[in-house]
């Protein structure tokens, strides 16, 4: 069998318990932290607290060449592991086909991501959100200013009054994550009246809601990553609500008709 579980958000204790035993359980236990990492703990960390040897392997291990995965699968029970949950927002479905194509049972854990986060944290409710979209390091994309992908994906969710959560690029391998304020700034071009709300450290035991107008999130710091922004769309009176008292938001910006 290969399990593919999630790790969670912030460091080796934010797995549950299900997706603990079956890493204690497992003959091989393989994972990858170029889509995301855990920011409060490493590779050792977790091999300490699950008593387990982690054999990391890079987007070509995973997504190219995934054989040593499969074959663990079929020879015994493999676990696969991420940061977050493992089918929100990866490419993991794909090596998940490849293990049911050759005949290896395959299961998910799931585990909390940044998705559920943000929604808990901000008070926003999740039904109210749209389409997610990702903002891009300028130099990711080679062209100037915001990707088409993510104003189409603001605007779309705007006319219809919901919310846009924006994941913010992450070079996991260079240890390289955009920052809310700069994100902010890059947005700010295009939307600098709109109301913004930052999520930083989601998971952690300090993290951070607070909301503003983008012009505004952008002079500011944050702290330490990972961060995220949500735009939001018509908001509920509880909604305003939370936005008030959860992240501070100036309540002009927070007004329901």
């Known amino acids: ?39 409060g703990a490493t590779v050792e960390d977790l091999e300490a607290y699950h008593d387990a040897d982690i054999e990391v392997r890079d987007r070509a291990g995973v997504e190219q060449d995934p054989e040593a995965v499969l074959r663990a699968g079929e020879e015994g029970d493999a676990v696969f592991l991420t940061a977050g949950d493992t089918m929100i927002s990866t490419t993991h479905v794909d090596l998940r086909l490849r293990a049911e ?28 959100f749209g389409k997610a979209t990702t903002l891009p390091f300028e130099y990711a994309h080679g062209a100037d200013g915001v990707p088409a992908s993510v104003t189409d994906a603001v605007d779309g969710n705007r006319g219809r009054g919901l919310h846009t959560l924006v994941y913010l690029d992450i070079k996991a391998r260079n240890d390289e994550y955009m920052t809310a304020d700069h994100a902010a700034d890059l947005l700010a071009d295009d939307y600098g009246d709109l109301l913004a709300v930052v999520v930083a450290r989601a998971g952690s035991p300090d993290p951070l809601v607070t909301a503003d107008r983008l012009s505004e999130l952008a002079k500011r710091d944050f702290g330490d990553p990972l961060h995220l922004l949500v735009i939001p769309g018509d908001l509920h009176h509880v909604e305003a609500d939370a936005l008030r008292e959860l992240a501070g938001a100036p309540s002009e910006l927070v007004a329901v008709e």
């Open 1 to 39: 069998m290969l399990t593919f579980v999630g790790l969670g958000l912030y460091d080796e204790r934010s797995i549950t318990v299900e997706g603990r035993d079956a890493v204690r359980d497992a003959d091989r236990v393989f994972a990858e932290f170029y889509t995301s990492k855990l920011l």
């Open 101 to 128: 194509e050759r005949g290896v049972a395959t299961r998910v854990v799931h585990a909390p991501t940044a998705e559920s986060a943000a929604s808990g944290l901000t008070g926003l409710q999740n039904y109210r």
